[in-house]
């Protein structure tokens, strides 16, 4: 049975930092490529970044660059995504997403696997 369990959400200040984790069990991690989404009330699903099976590619969504960072432990079937200078309007619930093989994809469509989310609040 395939899990993706997110966790380190929460209620931070404007321009404070989190640090999301997603445990993954029920599929061979490794041969996966992992992803984070976010969707806002009332707005649609938004990506957020993705890491390539070893976890030497990355790639990120505009509005995110140079603040967030995905990473991956394969060793612990685990990714994490670090959430620095965090906005208001990042306030959101967090998804980590899982589809096998290569691509780094921007489209929720091409995972397969979801978690059920872990809220983030950003204060002003």
């Known amino acids: 049975q395939v899990q993706l369990i997110e966790s380190g959400g929460g209620l931070v200040q404007a321009g404070g930092s989190l640090r999301l984790a997603c445990a993954a069990s029920?599929?061979?991690?490794?041969?996966?490529?992992m992803a984070w989404f976010r969707q806002a009330p009332g707005k649609e699903r938004e990506f957020v970044a993705a890491?390539?099976?070893?976890?030497?590619?990355?790639r990120s969504g505009d509005s995110v660059k140079g603040r967030f960072t995905i990473s991956r432990d394969n060793a612990k079937n685990t990714e994490y995504l670090q959430m620095n200078s965090l906005k208001p309007e990042e306030t959101a619930v967090y998804y980590c997403?899982?589809?096998?093989?290569?691509?780094?994809?921007?489209?929720?469509?091409?995972?397969?696997?979801w978690g059920q989310g872990t809220q983030v609040t950003v204060s002003s």
């Open positions: 997403a899982a589809r096998p093989g290569a691509m780094l994809s921007a489209f929720g469509s091409m995972y397969d696997y």
């Open positions: 029920g599929f061979t991690f490794d041969t996966y490529t």
């Open positions: 890491i390539s099976r070893s976890g030497g590619n990355t």
